[in-house]
């Protein structure tokens, strides 16, 4: 460029002296022209290359803008390498163990429960194999104080039964899908809680804590199955008050179920049905009931529990007739290894032949092998199991009288492969005037999740 | 019949009331005595005899019910988050008051699988 204008301005000054002599007017004002030209090109050259200028300098600009801003990225890159070396490291040395922040587990499912499967050999019975129970158990938690709780009982049968009369025929199975309870809980105080569905009653303890793993035999205590319900649809109101420093429980609950029932409406004796009264209510008012209880423990494993419970309400649709039911529990434990607990139950009622009276009682004891210091392998996990169950009185249909008489002794044993996976064994031997109730053999197989 | 049934059921109604006397003065705060028993504990060493004659730990506590009714379920077994759904099941089944339960519940979450 400045070449160019140095060419030009070279050709401006050197013409003059010639254009006098041999440069006609015309090829002047053509010379001018070109000159002008010329100027005007150099002009908006000149324009152009300030134009250049300007964009170079912003490219610089934004060039050292940019530079900068890579080296911030770059910081930020080298800053977020370090912190997730940091995290990693972090990762692989242990957590202090500390227990989860509770504003994050406000709410918690859980699905807990049992299942047992068994073989049963009744004397000159067949031997047979059961998917005896698989008893779910629902718990919902929502936040500190309110459960809901909810269980089940899985049952498989044959459709053929020969025991029926007449048997039954038929192909094929059922299962059997029951609720056992579906109950809210509410935790009002340290002391009182409201619950309210479907519940295992507190009459005794047995009902409560007979879940298939706890339960140390295979089978249920006569007079429990026999003589009280199990579960009643209503209200109660529990809880534990401490007695000192020293472990002391005082125990209580009352409440306030549909109760007991007839089953086909009458009076009569033998219509009397423990379970079925679950809504709406087929007489006019609920039963009440409730248990005091106490806890004593003198040291870790050394405890002893008494209770008394109770519960009474009309039975029959047109409520002329109570029936009314009363339970002694006792529990007691002797070091880790002895465990001896019983319940005397009592039942009577009103009906249209007069009164009925029942009762019955059961006793356990446990003693854990462990306790006698052997080194034989296995033999630590083995606890021997008594119990002696009777249940006497009450009203026969068949004959018409009060007359019902059952004994029954059962020896038997756990095998603890762990603590809530156990393999039970017992023989039953049978007194009664009832000529179903016979000797027989169960082996189970137990295990709570 | 229906006479001896109905006093009885009076009675439960009686003995109900009165325990719902008991329980509810001390809904507020803290269970009583609380803090006395935390100075005692803390001035007075635990005697040397297992004998429960000072204010039980979560751990006294957790022998104390946890295998009456059922064979010992192991810290290990749940997490901190199950542990409190089952602790407040096991709260009301076994009617254990609520101070003692949040001490078993808090042994059990120390102690917790995870």
Not at chain 1, 258 to 277: P, Q
Not at chain 2, 89 to 97: F, K, L, N, S
Request: some cysteine; proline content about 6%.
């Amino acid at each position: 460029m400045t070449g160019l204008l140095t060419a030009g301005s070279a050709l401006w000054m050197a013409t003059p002296a010639r254009v006098q002599a041999e440069v006609s007017d015309a090829d002047f004002k053509a010379l001018q022209e070109t000159v002008a030209k010329l100027a005007d090109e150099v002009q908006s050259l000149r324009q152009t290359n300030q134009v250049v200028q300007q964009i170079h300098e912003q490219d610089q600009v934004q060039l050292q803008q940019l530079q900068q801003k890579l080296a911030e990225t770059q910081q930020t890159a080298n800053d977020a390498q370090q912190k997730a070396v940091a995290v990693a490291t972090a990762q692989t040395q242990p957590l202090p163990r500390v227990p989860l922040d509770e504003a994050t587990v406000n709410h918690n499912f859980m699905m807990l429960g049992d299942a047992e499967m068994q073989f049963v050999k009744p004397n000159q019975g067949n031997g047979s194999f059961y998917m005896a129970d698989f008893a779910p158990i629902f718990l919902y938690r929502g936040g500190d104080n309110i459960l809901f709780e909810a269980g089940f009982d899985t049952t498989l049968s044959n459709n053929n039964n020969p025991n029926t009369n007449p048997p039954n025929q038929g192909a094929g199975y059922t299962t059997t899908f029951n609720l056992s309870f579906a109950q809210l809980d509410y935790v009002m105080t340290d002391y009182m809680t409201f619950c309210a569905g479907y519940m295992l009653l507190p009459l005794g303890t047995y009902t409560e804590r007979g879940a298939g793993w706890l339960n140390k035999l295979p089978d249920n205590p006569l007079p429990v199955d026999e003589l009280i319900p199990g579960a009643g649809a209503g209200v109660q109101l529990r809880g534990g008050v401490p007695l000192g420093e020293t472990g002391k429980i005082f125990n209580y609950s009352v409440y306030g179920v549909n109760g007991v029932s007839s089953s086909d409406t009458t009076g009569n004796a033998g219509s009397l049905d423990l379970n079925g009264n679950v809504g709406p209510n087929l007489h006019q008012d609920p039963a009440g009931g409730g248990r005091l209880g106490i806890f004593m423990p003198y040291k870790p494993h050394y405890d002893l529990e008494l209770g008394i419970s109770g519960m009474s309400g009309q039975w029959d649709n047109a409520g002329n007739h109570i029936w009314t039911a009363g339970v002694f529990d006792a529990a007691l434990h002797l070091g880790s290894s002895i465990e001896a607990k019983g319940e005397y139950i009592h039942t009577q009622f009103g009906s249209d032949q007069g009164n009925v009276a029942q009762d019955g009682w059961w006793t356990q004891v446990g003693y854990k092998l462990a306790g006698l210091n052997l080194e034989f392998p296995g033999i630590n996990n083995l606890e021997l199991i008594g119990r002696f169950d009777s249940v006497h009185g009450g009203y026969n249909q068949t004959d018409n009288l009060y007359n019902y008489s059952t004994r029954r002794y059962t020896v038997g044993y756990v095998y603890y492969i762990t603590s809530a996976f156990l393999f039970e064994g017992d023989y039953e031997f049978l007194h009664s005037n009832d000529p179903s109730q016979v000797n027989q053999l169960i082996l189970q197989l137990s295990y709570g999740f | 019949m229906n006479k001896p049934p109905l006093l009885f059921r009076s009675s439960l109604l009686v003995a109900g009331v009165c325990l719902l006397r008991i329980a509810f003065p001390c809904t507020a705060g803290a269970a009583p005595g609380d803090t006395n028993a935390a100075v005692i504990s803390a001035t007075a060493p635990a005697p040397a005899s297992p004998v429960l004659e000072h204010k039980l730990s979560g751990a006294e506590l957790y022998s104390i019910h946890c295998n009456r009714c059922h064979p010992e379920r192991y810290p290990t077994e749940r997490t901190a988050a199950q542990w409190k759904t089952i602790m407040l099941h096991m709260q009301v089944r076994a009617g254990i008051p609520g101070e003692q339960s949040r001490r078993i519940l808090k042994y059990l979450q120390e102690n917790s699988g995870r």
